[in-house]
């Protein structure tokens, strides 16, 4: 437009008139002038490597090649390629190896269904499905302590509450045994038949103490699905209810401390704590309100 020629004086418009009847500045019209008359080649930005891929693919085989070792991954050819002289980047090693498939081989895990479990660990009324998991904490004394637990799945009761020094299978089995000797009437033989547990796959719950424990007191083992904590998230809620209202807000100088504790709390929950899924009741008025008698 500049550049036209005015019909009354013969002359150009000139830049300048221009840019100032359309309201540019002027830098702005040269800017996009040298932008379009420069050609630009669009490169890699960066440092520049001496390698191209192919080289740096050979010397990545020579050195697997000349590795007293096998199966090494990326990162250790990476770190030979330096000691050699050879200086590259990890994702560019990874990349040129994962290309030329010289990779270690490695096994992908297997993924389970979308939704192994569909449906509800919840049942339609109490002592038919119990839950039982592990946590820890720590005391002033005593360090590292494990607390073990059991919940009823219907009403969210916790039946069994133990802590103990060492997490082993027969510390596992105390919050079961507390809870069937209430419950159940007693600790005999066939107790607790048409109960199921849901446990986790840890191995105090699948060890051959524990599962011959469990057909002793006639209860059915349920392990839950194998990376699907959902499957046990009666007892997950439970121990959550656990940290938030007790072992993240207190200090306890031993395991002794920790244990009263422990039978404190068990009793304030069942009593007094309120669930949403209940109605906001607590756990022992919706047991009150079914009259279970004890099992003979």
């Known amino acids: 437009m500049s550049r036209e020629t005015s019909p009354s ?59 007293p070792f096998h199966g090494e991954g990326h990162r250790k050819v990476w770190a030979r390629l330096r000691v050699a002289g050879v200086r590259s980047s990890k994702a560019r090693v990874l990349r040129l190896m994962r290309a030329a498939d010289l990779l270690g081989p490695a096994r992908v895990p297997q993924r389970g269904p979308a939704h192994p479990h569909d449906g509800t660990i919840v049942p339609e009324q109490p002592q038919v499905m119990w839950g039982t998991d592990a946590t820890a904490t720590v005391t002033l004394t005593d360090g590292t302590v494990t607390i073990f637990g059991a919940i009823d799945h219907y009403t969210a009761e916790c039946v069994g509450l ?47 103490a524990f599962q011959a424990e ?8 349920s392990p839950a699905f194998v990376r699907q904590p959902e499957g046990n998230g009666c007892i997950e809620r439970f121990f959550r209810t ?35 899924r209940l109605g906001f009741r607590s756990p022992a008025a919706v047991r009150q309100e079914f009259a279970l008698t004890p099992a003979a």
């Open 9 to 67: 004086t013969h002359r150009p418009y000139g830049i300048v008139r221009v840019t100032r009847v359309w309201g540019v500045p002027r830098s702005t019209i040269y800017a996009q002038r040298d932008r379009r008359d420069t050609t630009t080649t669009l490169a890699k930005r960066g440092p520049k490597t001496p390698w191209s891929d192919a080289e740096l693919t050979t010397r990545i085989r020579t050195c697997i090649t000349e590795s």
């Open 162 to 208: 133990h802590a103990a020094k060492y997490g082993t299978r027969f510390e596992a089995l105390e919050p079961l045994r507390q809870g069937v000797s209430v419950h159940f009437g007693g600790f005999v033989r066939g107790a607790a038949t048409g109960l199921t547990l849901r446990h986790d796959h840890g191995s105090q719950y699948l060890s051959d």
């Open 214 to 221: 469990l057909r002793f007191l006639g209860i059915t083992s």
């Open 242 to 276: 656990l940290k938030e209202q007790l072992l993240w807000v207190r200090h306890f100088i031993d395991l002794a401390e920790l244990q009263e504790a422990l039978r404190v709390f068990k009793d304030t929950y069942n009593q007094h704590w309120l669930i949403e």
